[in-house]
């Protein structure tokens, strides 16, 4: 009898989802498959933010490390989680076709947009591009899962808090007083999910391709190269986004100050046959257009 494949998953509800899909995915193939839950020091430790943490993958390395000493065979990660590297012995097996991308403010009335207010946000890109466009207001830090988080809106006198629109519909949690905000440019790969497996296990990567979406793989690898190319392993308020259209990939990026008062932003459209190390070209175009300068405020400020 064949052996189950060993899916590695983190504990939250929204990461069983995501592990949820992929299981389903692969037994539409024909292969048996078995969740394995573990527990990730970003689930554990939910006082500090993340980029105070001081790991690289701080969601993704306890299932990359249980890949490889062979406890699992699969590890599902929310794209926008991982490291641009990966680790040594570890391969991206598939990316599944992307959920909506945006951002949204969850609110309790938006009256307070056009006076003081404040918002929470876990995350330096939506604090960034937050007080870009409303610097009269206070951000403040927010942590813990979908659950959780919604959870420390009620029960604070904050304005609202902004979300992954795809994380709370994944796990139909999207309520109705939220406002999707159409001008926030999202992580990259923000609404993937990946699929990795060992590097050595060829069949099983063979395997994955059958569930793994093209375009999607296309348009996150164009966002984590311009991730990468401009981060320099510092964490930052980078936001990328490309979507393909009629055979043109549509790119745009921006890289923001931590306090929001500079902004960089860069645009452009190209066929997809070209989509092949374009990241990798706008952020160094970036870099060159003042990038560089801010990069290094940013990680002085860190």
Sequence with gaps: MKAAIRIGTRQSPLALWQANKVKSLLEEQGHTCVLVPINSQGDLNLEQPLYELGVVGVFTKTLDAA???????????????????????????????????????????????????????????????????????EVVGLRGNVQTRLQKLQDNAWNGAIFAKAGLQRVDLLPTNYQQLDWMIPAPAQGAV???????????????????????????????????????GCTAPIGAFAKIENEQLHFKGCLHSLDGQEALYIERSVPTREANGLGEKLAKELLDQGGAALMEQIRKEL
């Design 67 to 137: 890949l490889l000493a062979d406890k699992i065979d699969l590890a599902v990660h929310s794209m926008k989680d991982m490291p641009t590297a990966l680790p040594q012995g570890i391969a991206l097996a598939a990316v599944l076709a992307r959920a909506d991308s945006h951002d949204i403010l969850v609110h309790k009335g938006t009256d307070f947009l056009n006076g003081p207010g404040t918002i929470a946000t876990g995350s330096l890109r939506r604090k960034a591009q937050w007080l870009h466009k409303y610097p009269q207001h």
């Design 194 to 232: 990946a699929v990795v497996a060992k590097q050595k296990d060829g069949q099983l990567l063979k395997q994955c391709e059958a569930i793994a979406d093209k375009q999607t793989t296309i348009c996150t690898t164009v966002e984590r190269q311009f991730l990468r190319t401009l981060e320099g």
